[in-house]
Structure formats: C-alpha cells, structure tokens
C-alpha cells in the first residue's frame, strides 16, 4: 500500500494540467463518485493563478465524512507567448487519498484559496458509498460500486433466482426533456459471471450514461416479498427524446452464470428485461418565441465575459459566452455571432463540462476572437437564448450582458508605413570649411593643359557623354515592362518570402511566419490580377477571383488559407512546426495554382 501510494505522489505532478489560458481559480476532481465502504477514491485540489499575484493562502476541504489515509503537493509553472507577451502561470496541486467513513451520500466540501485579495473556491462534491465490496476469491476487484434499487419492481414474487427490472422516472416527457432510465439485476445466489448478450437500443433518444459497471457487479441486500435478494445496478442512462409519439427502449439482454448452475453444461442463463415505452409529448407551439431551437430543452442561463475591456489597436479580443444549466447541455444552440459591429469575429472554438449527477447539467462555453476594425468605445451586444422549461412548461430568454470595449487608436492606421518628414540636414556633416591659402599647392592643371594630355582631356566629356546616352538606351531596353519580366519579378518576390518564412519556422516566430504567407499569396495575386487585394474583404476577394476566371475550387482554397493565416497571427500559441510546415506546404500549391489559372479578359495586360 505504502508504495502505491508513493506512486501516485510521483504522478501527480504529471497529471493533466489546466492551459495556460486558464483563469485563476481553485478546482476539485474525484477519481469516483462511487465507492464502497472499504474502498479508497483520491481527491485533487488544483490551484491555478498568475506568476505574478499574491498568494496569500489555501484551505484544504474539512473532510468530514472521510479519513486522510495519505496527502501530497505538487507545484508546476507554465509559459505561453499570446499577443507578444509573454504569460507565466503557476498551478499548485494537492492530492488525497480518503476513504469513507459511513455508507450513504457523502459530501467533499469545498476548497479555498485566496490569491490576490481575492478568495476563491471549488464546487463540493457528492460521492456515493455503498455496502463493503463483496470480493470472493476469484473476483476481481471493483474499482465503484452503485447505490442499490430503492425499491424492488411489483412484479416480481420474491422467489425468482434471476430477474433484470428496468424502471423509469418518468412514463411521459416533452421533447428534449430528460428521463431517467435504470437496469437492475436481482438474485438469490452468488453470481459467478455476467455478460451483457444485447444492449437495449435507443435510436430516437440522445444518450448519456450515467452508470456502466466495471469488472465487477458492486451488491446490495433488499427485500422482495418478505425474502432477502442480492441486487446489483446494471446500466443508469438519461435519455432525451428528439421527436414526439410513444418511443421504445428495447430489453437489455444478459448471460448469467451462477454458483449453482457453474458444474453443469449450458449451465449459464439468460434474462432480458422487459421493453419500457417513453410517451413524448411535442413542444407547445403558444407562447413560443422567435428563435427558439428545438434542442433548447432545460432550464438555462446565459453569462458573457471579456479578458480585457480596454486594447491597443490591433490586438484582439477574447469573448467567452457561456451556457450554464439543467438539460442537453451538448446539443444546446446559441446565436450564431457573424456580426458584431466594429469586430471582426472568428469561429469560435467550444468546451462542454456536464455533471452526471440527479439532474443531468453543466456548462457550455463558447469561446470567440474579435478583431477590432475601428478604434473608441466599442460594445458586444447581448445575446439572447430562448429555452423551454419543461418543469414549468413555459418559454423563456435567457440573456447574456452586454459588454463594453474601447481601443486605443484606430486599427486602420496599423502598418501602413508612414513616416513624418525628418528636419534633420543630413548633409552637414559633409560639408567642410573653405581654407585660403596663398599659392597653388599642385602643378597638376599645368600640366594638363601643356601636356600631351590636352587632346584626352578634351575628348573625354563628349566620350562620357556618349557612353552615357547608350547605356541609358540599353537599360531602357532592358528594363522594358512585359510579361516576362513581370513574372520573373513575381516569381523572385515569392522565393523570397518562402525563404523568409523558413526562417522563421527555425525561430520559432508563428505569427511572423503566417505574415509572410499572407504576403506572399496577395503579392502573387496583386501580379496577376493588377489590383491591390489586400485591401479587400473576403467576400470581396472572393467575388474578384471568380469574376477573373478562377475556378471555384481554387478561390475558396486561397480565401480559406489566407483566413488561417489571420487567425493564426492572433492565436500563435496553437501552431507548432509541424502545423507551419504543412501550411508553408499548401502556401506554395497556391502560389502555382495562382501563376497557372486562365484568367479571362479583364486581365491587366
């Protein structure tokens, strides 16, 4: 025991981690939320904060229910690059390992921290602890167990030596409302092996298990017409109905061996359940509001945030709206934020947390980058979700804040190469003193004039003056603008921007990288097509490509990588060598594809 628990001492620091991203806080996991008596479960406490706040304290959880059989600390600090800055995080894990010390629900209270005058805490957390595991000598060990059936079915006599009961807590539900369905298993002998033979189906309903039994069944002892039975809990799911009418769970179907039947051949026996009829009530469509989404079943609250209020031009913005609630938390659809004015938005990327508990819920968190395209005082709109409420059997809209942002200078101006007129006189420095002297100090000119020289001297300015006149012949014809020379100059440039986007995948500089892949795509269009494009919106773009010939599938892969491009300077922390070099890969397909299309007419000659 003492070296597994050294062991798990020694993992912790390698435990999955919270990114870098992540807000400060303080978070609680269980390794189960079902136990026995005499089995273990451990505890993690994670603490996440800034390098650079304060720390004051932490309050481990006052375990009340449990005993601390062993507790370890681990600490790591963590490093990203976002928007050029550099962000360094430190998370703090604490780990126990408790075991219970009375059957029933039993609760994990809640951890606190206080980090930068601030204090912050973990949700508690319910385990249930069931009778002590009845482990014979060729069971294998069960890692949970299940709270027994509180009561046994009315159908059963008492004297059956196998019977599997599906029970229900609903018989009627709307669409999209939850119900809970359980598979039980009683006995009067011991249970050698049990195999699942056909899982019951149910194609009409969206699926989320609660509980699936590990190696070995966990037992409890109920009575059944005045005789004792061993019962087990064999599958717990939520089922939410996606359409209306009187739907069908199929038998759940098992092989069985038991202590009596063991030494006998053929000995093993089947049971099924029998099948459980859901009737499902549609939607009310009075009172419905404009918008509403059929999946939107629950009770459901809707909270928006921003990491920064305030940002310098050209520095984007994360928004997160978050889901929060009782019901079908993954199928759950919000707005769909396209346009938000002064922004440009990005497909947001999307995180689900459900808590399989009493009530299937959690939290969804949909997490966007904006883009300011205009400077001052911005606002993100509120974002409504309407949502029917089963229990009430209403409508209603939640709604998220609205959020203000203002930035600092006008994002336009960024990178357009201005350059205020200097008045510095450069040429002072060169300039030097006049000096009176009293005699020629050279008989140079003497010389020249006198000598053999004279005729040389006089023949050389209209020879200079010649040579001069052809070379600017030559170099105008050699400098003469056709379509060669425009592709050799486009051809040179893009060479030149690959290799300056190899240097920067060895620099490891992602957002300098995806620069240099954009620029190159729009100087290879700007050769082809004459027109500056990147000034251009998407669709402005992509209106451009088509109506200059580009074939369809050609014009989509050039919009779509240049939007990787933008994406990626503002998210470098999400692209690794590997990602630039299949990106510098599809960059240089484009750039032939580009040199290769037949454009039509309105082609700049």
Not at 181 to 200: C, G, K
Not at 277 to 295: D, N, Q, S, W
Not at 381 to 391: G, M, Q, R
Not at 509 to 525: D, K, M, N, T, V
Request: aromatic share 6%; hydrophobic share 40%; net charge positive.
């Amino acid at each position: 025991m003492k070296r597994i628990l050294a062991l798990a001492a020694l993992l912790a620091p390698f435990a999955p981690r919270p990114s870098a991203g992540d807000e400060t806080g303080v978070s609680a996991t269980l390794t189960a939320n079902q136990i026995a008596l005499d089995e273990t479960v451990q505890l993690t406490v994670t603490v996440t904060r800034d390098a650079s706040q304060a720390y004051q304290s932490y309050l481990r959880p006052d375990l009340k229910d449990f005993d601390i059989l062993h507790q370890g600390q681990a600490e790591s600090t963590q490093w990203m690059i976002a928007n050029g800055r550099q962000q360094v995080h430190t998370v703090e894990q604490h780990v126990y390992l408790i075991k219970p010390r009375k059957r029933g629900n039993c609760v994990v209270p809640a951890a606190s921290a206080r980090i930068g005058g601030r204090d912050y805490k973990s949700r508690e957390l319910a385990v249930w602890v069931g009778p002590p595991s009845k482990k014979g000598p060729n069971a294998p060990p069960s890692s949970s167990t299940a709270p027994p059936p509180s009561a046994p079915p009315d159908e059963m006599r008492g004297d059956e030596d196998l019977f599997i009961d599906v029970q229900s807590d609903k018989a009627s539900v709307f669409v999209g409302e939850p119900v809970m369905v359980t598979w039980n298993l009683y006995t009067r002998t011991d249970i050698l092996r049990y195999r699942a033979v056909a899982e019951p189906k149910h194609d009409e309903f969206w699926c989320e298990d609660l509980f699936v039994p590990p190696n070995a069944l966990s037992w409890g002892r109920v009575a059944v017409k005045g005789q004792e039975m061993e019962a087990a809990l064999l599958l717990k799911k939520a089922l939410f109905p996606l359409k209306a009418g009187k739907l069908t769970v199929t038998p759940l179907e098992a092989e069985v061996t038991t202590l009596q039947t063991a030494f006998y051949p053929g000995g093993s026996a089947v049971r099924a359940s029998k099948p459980i009829t859901i009737e499902v009530l549609p939607l009310p469509a009075a009172g419905r509001p404009e918008g509403f989404e059929a999946a939107n079943v629950g009770r459901l609250e809707l909270a928006a945030a921003v990491d920064k209020a305030e940002v310098k031009a050209g520095d984007a913005v994360t928004y997160r709206l978050t889901v929060r609630g009782e019901g079908n938390l993954r199928n759950v659809k919000v707005p769909r934020l396209a346009r938000v004015d002064g922004f440009k938005v990005y497909e947001p990327t999307v995180q689900e947390h459900v808590d399989h508990g009493d009530k299937i819920g959690g939290d969804k968190i949909f997490t966007y980058l904006m883009l300011p395209q205009k400077g001052g005082d911005l606002t993100i709109p509120a974002v409504e979700l309407p949502f029917f409420d089963p229990y009430e059997k209403k409508y209603f809209i939640a709604r998220s804040p609205s959020l203000a942002v203002k930035v600092a200078g006008d994002p336009q101006k960024i990178g357009d190469g201005s350059v205020a007129p200097s008045k510095e006189n450069v040429l002072g420095a060169r300039i030097r003193p006049l000096r009176n002297v009293h005699r020629v100090s050279s008989r140079i000119g003497e010389r020249i004039v006198r000598g053999r020289l004279l005729w040389a001297s006089l023949a050389a300015p209209p020879s200079l003056l010649l040579i001069v006149i052809a070379a600017s012949g030559l170099r105008s014809v050699i400098g003469r603008e056709t379509a060669r020379s425009r592709r050799r100059r486009a051809r040179a440039a893009a060479r030149r921007r690959m290799r300056e986007a190899e240097i920067h995948i060895k620099g490891q500089r992602p957002s300098a990288f995806f620069g240099a892949c954009a620029r190159a795509i729009y100087e290879h269009l700007e050769y082809r097509l004459g027109v500056k494009c990147e000034a251009l919106t998407v669709e402005e773009l992509r209106k451009l490509l088509g109506a200059r010939g580009f074939d369809g599938e050609t014009a989509e892969a050039i919009v779509r990588e240049l939007e990787g491009c933008d994406f990626a300077r503002f998210a470098p922390s999400a692209s690794g060598p590997g990602e630039m070099r299949a990106a510098i890969r599809r960059v240089r397909g484009l750039l032939a594809s580009i040199e290769r299309a037949r454009l039509t007419a309105k082609e700049a000659a």
